[in-house]
């Protein structure tokens, strides 16, 4: 249906800066909305840390807001996530979710396998 690929995480320290990407490779018949990022650590619920529509409009998470940006590449059904001024808190493993309509019906979601970011000295 819809295929999520992302990269982007790794191991950086407090302070750095890594840049997240997620491509949503659909069929025809898809139409690609809204696109987010989200974050769980263990023993933590997962949580939206910045999400986008298609016309760009967008949503932070407090944690995040001056830190964090999120674009997207409507032509390549790209999300972005740049994440600057890093710290340990924001370790997690990040997943992209993808909300797409089949021939204008119902929309669903697509989840990426995630990708692991560790801030660490």
């Known amino acids: 249906q819809v295929q999520i690929v992302e990269s982007g995480g790794g191991l950086v320290q407090p302070g750095g800066s890594l840049k997240l990407s997620c491509t949503a490779a659909s069929r025809s018949d898809f139409s690609i909305n809204a696109m987010g990022w989200y974050r769980q650590d263990p023993g933590n619920q997962r949580e939206k840390v910045a999400t986008i529509m298609r016309a760009g409009d967008t949503n932070y998470a407090e944690s995040v807001k001056g830190r964090f940006t999120i674009s997207r590449d409507n032509a390549e059904n790209t999300v972005y996530l740049q994440m600057n001024s890093l710290s340990p808190e924001d370790t997690a493993v990040y997943y992209c979710?993808?909300?797409?309509?089949?021939?204008?019906?119902?929309?669903?979601?697509?989840w990426g396998q995630g990708t692991q970011v560790t801030v660490s000295s």
């Open positions: 979710k993808v909300l797409a309509q089949f021939r204008g019906g119902p929309q669903y979601q697509f």
